[in-house]
C-alpha cells in the first residue's frame, strides 16, 4: 500500500537557521503531496501541497518541490523562527484510493530556541 | 473558512467503558473523517463517511464504530473501551483534496 516516510522524529534548531525535514513517499500513480502543520493544542493545518512532478509548493516561508525520480517532497525553509515550532507531517492522497484518503507520515516535531 | 469542532475536548473512562466523541462541521462538506494520533504513529484513519447515514472503514477500525447522522454530525463510539484506546482524536471534513481538522479530543482509558 502507500506509504508515507520522514526520517527526522524531532529537530532542534535556534532561530535563523536553515532547516529541512525529509519525506519521502511510496505510490503508485501521480499522488498528490501536502505538508501540514499543527501547532500547540490545535489540530493540523495544511501549509500547502504540489501535484505534478518538479511542482514547487510554498507557503510561511516554507517549500518544497515534488521528486518523482527520487519519489521525495522534502520540506525547507532558509531562516526559521521561533513561532514555527510546531509538528510538521508529510502527507499523500492517491486519486485512486477510495474516500481521497490522507496517508501521513509520522510527523516531525521542530523546536526553535531564540 | 471550514469549521470543525470537537466535544468533549478531554475525556477520562475506565477500561470497558462506553465513549461516544462528537465532531459537527458547518460547511455542508461531504467527507468526513476521523483519525487518531499517537507518538510514532503521526495520524491514522480509522472511520470515515461521503455523506449522512454512510460509513467507510478506515486503516485502523477495530474496536471502534461510527455513525454519520447528518451532514454536519459525525459521531465515534468505543463500546468496550481499552487502555491502548488512550489517544488524541481528530475528525476532519473535506473540500477538494484539502482536509480540514478540528480541534481534538484527548481520551484517556484507565
Known amino acids: 500500500g502507500d506509504s508515507v516516510t520522514q526520517t527526522e522524529g524531532q529537530v532542534a534548531l535556534s532561530e535563523e537557521d536553515f532547516l529541512t525535514i525529509h519525506c519521502n513517499y511510496s505510490a503508485s500513480g501521480y499522488p498528490t503531496l501536502f505538508w501540514y502543520v499543527q501547532y500547540p493544542g490545535e489540530g493540523p493545518q495544511l501549509l500547502f501541497r504540489a501535484s505534478r512532478d518538479k511542482e514547487k509548493g510554498s507557503s510561511r516561508g516554507f517549500e518544497a518541490t515534488y521528486d518523482k525520480g527520487t519519489t521525495s517532497f522534502h520540506l525547507r525553509k532558509a531562516s526559521v523562527q521561533e513561532s514555527d515550532s510546531a509538528v510538521y507531517y508529510c502527507?499523500?492522497?492517491?486519486?485512486?484510493?477510495?474516500?481521497?484518503?490522507?496517508?501521513f507520515g509520522i510527523g516531525t516535531l521542530l523546536s526553535v530556541k531564540p | 473558512e471550514a469549521a470543525v469542532t470537537q466535544s468533549p475536548r478531554n475525556k477520562v473512562t475506565v477500561t470497558g467503558g462506553n465513549v461516544t466523541l462528537s465532531c459537527r462541521q458547518t460547511?455542508?462538506?461531504?467527507?468526513m473523517y476521523w483519525y487518531r494520533q499517537d507518538t510514532g504513529h503521526g495520524l491514522r484513519l480509522i472511520h470515515y463517511s461521503y455523506g449522512a447515514g454512510n460509513l467507510q472503514i478506515g486503516d485502523v477500525p477495530d474496536g471502534y464504530k461510527a455513525t454519520r447522522t447528518t451532514q454536519e454530525d459525525f459521531f465515534l463510539l468505543l463500546e468496550l473501551a481499552s487502555p491502548s484506546q488512550t489517544s488524541l482524536y481528530f475528525c476532519?471534513?473535506?473540500?477538494?483534496?484539502?482536509?480540514?481538522f478540528g480541534p481534538g479530543t484527548r481520551l484517556t482509558v484507565l
Open positions: 460547511n455542508s462538506h461531504n467527507y
Open positions: 502527507a499523500l492522497s492517491n486519486y485512486g484510493s477510495s474516500g481521497n484518503k490522507l496517508i
Open positions: 476532519a471534513s473535506r473540500t477538494g483534496d484539502e482536509q480540514y
